[in-house]
């Protein structure tokens, strides 16, 4: 059978079948154009799309009929075979002059076609009441690649496609009071993967987002904050020496194990493998010469008699403890060399501090009950005689010209 003998066959690809443009008797659709030629007249227009496909002139357009367009749908009212209802593919299944479209009560208005898109696009879709269905009381479901929208809308949410692949989207419309079928429409939806969604390495992120591109690291997990994550990157903590020669490739202050206990230190020349750091101030205790913080060295308050727990920075152990009650706290005992735990370090029946500084010992190391300060000379502490520096006497003899000389008595 040649093509120009199969109705069903649009032999010069004009977009009109050749049933249409041969036709037989009294069918209203027939356009007696050439099915051998897709553009009849001549004028540059294929006979589809042709208000006048017989006449290169076009003066059929004088009549409104002809170039009217009721549905928008790029098809001319008297090619349409339905032509007060979009339908720009023309589908007529059982070639009978009325398209699908009018036998549905709704059908899809937007998209009007199957459509094809990229990751990332999103499509409004909108459905229509045909003229069969003005007055019924319609129930809408949605079905997107088999997954059921149950909100029965007539006009879903907009609908954002992440995913490369083709989709089937349908609209079933049924009779709300008989449940009857009254038609389905659907498109098919073409989405392929945009410049921003390739993904070499298959690990869910795309490879302009990818820190390791080609290789698969989903956590995108990068240490240094470099360009490269983990998985790729041959020196994680960016401190100039490579992973595979690393001892510690996850810490940029150590790469050597230099005490051989295998933990990145905190106390790098000594061991400890338990890395304790009680005051968390990057020095491990072990090598801490104040671990618990709290400005009193260890060795002085693990002292004969200090009894201070170097492991607790508060409460009489604290800084601001005063196990004594002098209302010296620990602080301030330590700075002047008293004992905590002593009022009167010196015994001289004087306590090293009091509520009024001036009545506190003035020498809290130097036994002096009497308290005496007789020479005049006075430090930044008020020191008594007991505890100030001798004091050296000098004569100065001008000798001329501005200068002098100093003699030690």
């Not at 050439?34 to 006048?52: H, K, R, Y």
């Amino acid at each position: 059978m040649s093509s120009l003998s199969n109705p069903l066959v649009d032999t010069d690809q004009d977009g009109l079948l050749n049933r249409r443009e041969i036709g037989e008797s009294g069918d209203k659709l027939k356009t007696a154009t050439n099915p051998l030629v897709a553009d009849t007249d001549g004028d540059g227009l294929n006979d589809i799309a042709d208000a006048c496909p017989l006449d290169e002139e076009n003066q059929c357009l004088l009549d409104a009929q002809h170039e009217a367009d009721s549905d928008g749908d790029g098809i001319i009212d008297p090619l349409d075979v339905c032509p007060k209802l979009a339908n720009p593919q023309q589908q007529d299944s059982n070639f009978d002059g009325i398209g699908d479209a009018c036998r549905l009560f709704a059908n899809i208005r937007y998209p009007l076609t199957d459509q094809t898109i990229t990751t990332g696009d999103s499509i409004l879709f909108e459905s229509i009441v045909t003229e069969l269905g003005v007055g019924r009381n319609l129930v809408f479901a949605w079905q997107f690649d088999g997954n059921t929208d149950d909100s029965a809308a007539a006009a879903p949410a907009e609908v954002k496609f992440n995913q490369a692949g083709v989709f089937n989207i349908s609209l079933k419309v049924t009779d709300a009071v008989s449940g009857d079928s009254l038609g389905e429409d659907a498109r098919e939806i073409t989405v392929i993967a945009g410049l921003g969604d390739q993904d070499e390495d298959e690990d869910g992120v795309d490879d302009m987002n990818d820190n390791c591109p080609t290789d698969v690291n989903p956590s995108q997990e990068n240490f240094d904050l470099d360009a490269q994550g983990d998985t790729c990157d041959d020196d994680d903590d960016n401190d100039g020496a490579l992973d595979d020669v690393d001892a510690f490739p996850f810490n940029a202050d150590e790469s050597v194990d230099s005490d051989g206990d295998n933990f990145a230190d905190n106390c790098p020349l000594m061991a400890n493998p338990a890395q304790t750091d009680t005051d968390l101030d990057g020095l491990g205790d072990v090598c801490d010469d104040d671990d618990d913080g709290d400005g009193l060295p260890d060795e002085w308050e693990t002292r004969e008699g200090h009894n201070l727990n170097p492991l607790n920075n508060l409460g009489e152990d604290g800084a601001e403890g005063d196990p004594d009650s002098d209302h010296l706290n620990n602080l301030a005992e330590f700075l002047a060399g008293t004992h905590p735990r002593k009022a009167d370090t010196d015994n001289d029946g004087i306590d090293d501090g009091a509520i009024n500084p001036e009545d506190a010992d003035n020498c809290p190391l130097d036994p002096n009950p009497l308290q005496e300060d007789q020479n005049g000379f006075e430090d930044a502490q008020g020191a008594g005689d007991a505890c100030e520096p001798e004091q050296t006497q000098f004569i100065v003899i001008p000798v001329g010209n501005g200068k002098v000389v100093v003699i030690p008595l």
